[in-house]
């Protein structure tokens, strides 16, 4: 039996950069929340088992939603992205093989294309560790001091932007995220976590449209992108 592939969707960050009266992701977009965007992507996906959502406990927001679906799963937030990622694993393992894939994908990257997460599928299934989603720079970039002073100009050509899902195998994620912890290290994704423990996670080039909402500028632009997503889509 193939492996089967499963997500984690962490969603109980405060959203502090964003600077709104409401968590970001559940900021009003094209008519429904960010993160109904985001959860739909996956729920109806027919390559998708299942998909765990990490929340805060006792989240209005989120019971105001009233968001349901057979596949969907709810496990509690924790303080820091990667520990709302770990409940959601220790949440997964109930009921997924500790050596089957999991897409982790932030709440808050609602325009992710169908095509991005079937190219992830197929470019990795086969793939000893995994990887992620990503988009090579194309701007050039400057290492600066604490003083802003620059310091350097990193070789472009090997530089990416790393996104979301990132897809690994449960129980070598879940290694890799209790190592990282244990260590003192608060990383910002999962691949992250995978590096520490001495792997190299495969980068596949994605749309640069599947943008993170961050700050406030972003939601207009996920609101263009999403308008444009949706049209290619029904046009299929
Ligand atoms: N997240 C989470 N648990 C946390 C922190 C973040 O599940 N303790 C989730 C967020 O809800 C988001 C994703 O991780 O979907 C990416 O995190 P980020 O963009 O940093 O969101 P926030 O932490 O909410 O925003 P900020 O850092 O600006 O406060
Ligand atoms: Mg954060």
Known sequence: MSQKFWVVVPAAGSGRRMGSDIPKQYLPLNGRTVIEWTLSRFVEHPRIAGVVVAITDGDPYWQDLGFKHPALMTASGGVERCDSVLKALQQLKQVAAIDDWVLVHDAARPCLSRDDLDHLLDELKDHPVGGLLGTPISDTVKQTNASSEVIGTPDRSQLWRAFTPQMFHLQMLTDALVDA????????????????????????????TNIKITQPGDLQLAELYLKQLNREEQAK
């Open 181 to 208: 912890a244990r260590a003192g290290k608060v990383v910002t994704d999962d691949a992250s976590a995978m590096e520490l423990a001495g792997f190299r996670p495969k980068m596949v080039k994605g749309r640069a």
